[in-house]
C-alpha cells in the first residue's frame, strides 16, 4: 500500500537537545510538507520541498531544520532553538503544482513532548 | 496573501441532525478548494474537493459547493452519526505553488 510513515508515533526529550522526526513517502510525489498542530491553532507550515534537493521555509521555520536528500524522504530537525516544541507534527506530500492533482496526502503524525 | 476563516467552534450536534460548518476564504486568482477530517490522534484525510467555481465536492454523506460570489465553500451533511465525531479543516490551493493554507478547523463531537 502506498503511503507516507511518520516515526516514532510518541518521542520524548529533555530541554536542550535536538531531535529528529522521520518522514517516509512511497506514493512517488515530489512535494513534501512539515506542520506542526498545536490546540486551536490548526496547521502551521513550517518548511516544505517541491523536488529533491531543494526546500523553502514556511510561516514557522525558526528553530526547525530540514532535508530533502531523497524523494522518498523528509526529516525534520526540532534545534534546541525552537523555544516551544512540544506539539504534534505532521509531514504531507503532494503531486507538484502543475499535475493537476493537489491536494496533500498525510502521514499519521508523530506527538513530540519536550520537558 | 491568502487566508482561511471558519466558524468558531467546538460543535455538539445530537445524531442525525444537519450540519453545517462555515468556511470562507480570501485569494487571488481561482484557488482549489478542500476539507480535510481529523479523528482523535491521526494525521488528515481529504474529505472532498472542488476545483472551480459552482463544482460541488461529496463523499461518505457530505457535500460543499464553490460558491465564488461568496467565496465559501460550506460544508454540509444531512444526517450527522457518533463516528462523524472529528474535527474538520477547510484549505485552500492558489497559484503555482502546492503548498495549502488552512483554516483553524472545527471540532465536532456527536451523540447518540
Known amino acids: 500500500d502506498g503511503g507516507i510513515t511518520q516515526s516514532p508515533k510518541y518521542l520524548f526529550r529533555k530541554e536542550g537537545q535536538n531531535v529528529t522526526l522521520s518522514c517516509e513517502q512511497n506514493?512517488?510525489?515530489?512535494?513534501m510538507y512539515w506542520y506542526r498542530q498545536d490546540p486551536g491553532q490548526g496547521l502551521r507550515l513550517i518548511y516544505y520541498s517541491q523536488i529533491v534537493n531543494d526546500f523553502q521555509k514556511g510561516d514557522i521555520a525558526e528553530g526547525y531544520s530540514v532535508s530533502r536528500e531523497k524523494k522518498e524522504s523528509f526529516p525534520l530537525t526540532v534545534t534546541s532553538a525552537q523555544k516551544n516544541p512540544t506539539a504534534f507534527y505532521l509531514c504531507?506530500?503532494?503531486?507538484?503544482?502543475?499535475?493537476?492533482?493537489?491536494?496533500?496526502?498525510f502521514g499519521p503524525g508523530t506527538r513530540l513532548t519536550v520537558t | 496573501g491568502d487566508s482561511v476563516t471558519q466558524m468558531e467552534g467546538p460543535v455538539t450536534l445530537s445524531e442525525e441532525a444537519f450540519l453545517t460548518i462555515n468556511c470562507t476564504y480570501t485569494a487571488t486568482g481561482y484557488p482549489s478548494l478542500f476539507w480535510y477530517v481529523q479523528y482523535p490522534g491521526e494525521g488528515l484525510q481529504l474529505l472532498l474537493k472542488a476545483t472551480k467555481a459552482d463544482d460541488k465536492g461529496s463523499n461518505k454523506g457530505f457535500e460543499a459547493t464553490y460558491r465564488k460570489e461568496t467565496t465559501s465553500f460550506h460544508l454540509e451533511k444531512g444526517s450527522v452519526q457518533v463516528s462523524d465525531s472529528a474535527a474538520y479543516f477547510c484549505?485552500?490551493?492558489?497559484?503555482?505553488?502546492?503548498?495549502?493554507?488552512f483554516g483553524k478547523g472545527i471540532t465536532l463531537s456527536v451523540r447518540p
Open positions: 504531507a506530500s503532494s503531486s507538484p503544482a502543475g499535475t493537476g492533482n493537489y491536494e496533500q496526502y
Open positions: 506514493l512517488n510525489h515530489d512535494a
Open positions: 484549505a485552500l490551493r492558489s497559484g503555482a505553488n502546492s503548498k495549502l493554507t
